[in-house]
Nanobody, 122 residues
């Protein structure tokens, strides 16, 4: 699976961004999809994931209620709607695909996109 993420940018705290990730190659709907972020000097951190048919979603505690992951299997695309952004959300955001339906750790994902930078100013 080839993944390409886009939609990052520079926003002020409190504002919103929507990330998209387009997939190609293997059958998109066979994979759980997720978003993982990495801030400067820190390890990669799981953000959110969604199961094959989009029925179940998982979030890290710090983004619950602010971020929403969704997918459109007809368009081979996964989205991350990020609302009420905070400076601590600043990171490179990677989309990733996992074989397991409950992929929730960076190590669960087997295919990775190139990342898109999200910067939130205070």
């Amino acid at each position: 699976v080839q993944l390409q993420a886009f939609g990052g940018g520079l926003v002020q705290a409190g504002n919103s961004l929507r990330l998209s990730c387009a997939a190609s190659g293997r059958t998109f709907s066979n994979y759980a999809m997720g978003w993982v972020r990495q801030a400067p000097g820190k390890e990669r951190e799981f953000v959110a994931s969604i199961t094959w048919r989009g029925i179940i979603t998982y979030y890290t505690d710090s983004v619950k209620g602010r971020f929403t992951i969704s997918r459109d299997n007809a368009k081979n695309t996964v989205y991350l709607q990020m609302n009420s952004l905070k400076p601590e959300d600043t990171a490179v955001y990677f989309c990733a695909a996992g074989d397991a339906p409950n992929s929730r750790r960076p190590s669960d994902f087997v295919y990775w996109g190139q990342g898109t930078q999200v910067t939130v100013s205070s």
